[in-house]
């Protein structure tokens, strides 16, 4: 398996705009977790899924952030509009089991927001 | 409020080194913890986990502790090498459904 593959791995964008992430992750997983990572706060939780159901979006910042999962194969993060703060790496990982299991990572996505 | 703390957030040693790495936790009654390794500009990628029973774990020269009542878990590297730089992170699982709350991570950098 290639792992957990997250796309675009750097985005720049204006303040306002739509930013999208998208995340593919590891077959057969039926977990899935959205984190932000920043100097200031570390690795937050924002989201996770269940067999493609929200279960815990209570770290999501504001209803800036949306996330959906229509398949088993595929997950998006939306901010909009964003803003500079939102500016920071966004890691999408995937798991067997919620947390008995090893999460596996991707390889993030670097946000800038200017 | 439970947190994960990691000190220092920086260590230099020289290579061939053994060291340890500290973690503390603010609640002793965790589900499990685990150690993640973070390379620069990249993902993390998980490296022991220990389940609240268990004292420690082990994978190759690395070794895991957990000592609950004590809120802390050590993570030691023997025969450091250069390979073994970048940011060594602790998340803790307060309870079965709650969410793994990480430390801010300790960067090592091994000297040749």
């Known amino acids: 398996d290639a792992g957990v593959i997250q796309s675009p791995r750097h985005e720049v964008t204006e303040m306002g705009q739509e930013v999208t992430l998208r995340c593919k992750p590891i077959?057969?997983?039926?977990?899935l977790f959205w984190y932000r990572q920043t100097m200031m706060r570390g690795l937050e939780l924002l989201i996770y899924?269940?067999?493609?159901?929200?279960?815990?979006d209570s770290g999501m910042p504001e209803d800036r952030f949306s996330a959906k999962m229509p398949n088993a194969s595929f997950s998006t993060l939306k901010i909009q509009p964003s803003e500079p703060r939102d500016s920071a790496v966004y890691f999408c990982?995937?798991?067997?089991?919620?947390?008995?299991?090893?999460?596996?990572f991707g390889p993030g996505t670097r946000l800038t927001v200017t | 409020k439970q947190e994960v703390t990691q000190i220092p957030a920086a260590l230099s040693v020289p290579e061939g080194e053994n060291l340890v790495l500290n973690c503390s936790f603010t609640?002793?009654?965790?589900?499990?913890l685990q150690w993640f390794r973070q390379d620069p500009g990249k993902g993390l990628t998980s490296l022991l986990l220990?389940?609240?029973?268990?004292r420690e774990q082990t994978s190759g020269r690395l070794n895991a502790s957990l000592d609950k009542s004590s809120g802390r878990s050590t993570l030691y590297i023997a025969a450091s090498q250069p390979g073994d730089s970048a940011t060594y992170l602790c998340?803790?699982?307060?309870?079965?459904?709650?969410?793994?709350?990480f430390g801010k991570g300790i960067t090592l950098s091994v000297r040749p």
């Open positions: 990982a995937s798991s067997f089991g919620q947390y008995t299991y090893e999460q596996y």
């Open positions: 077959s057969g997983h039926d977990y």
């Open positions: 899924f269940n067999n493609n159901v929200p279960i815990d």
């Open positions: 609640d002793s009654a965790i589900y499990n």
């Open positions: 220990i389940q609240s029973s268990q």
């Open positions: 998340a803790v699982l307060f309870g079965a459904n709650s969410k793994l709350t």
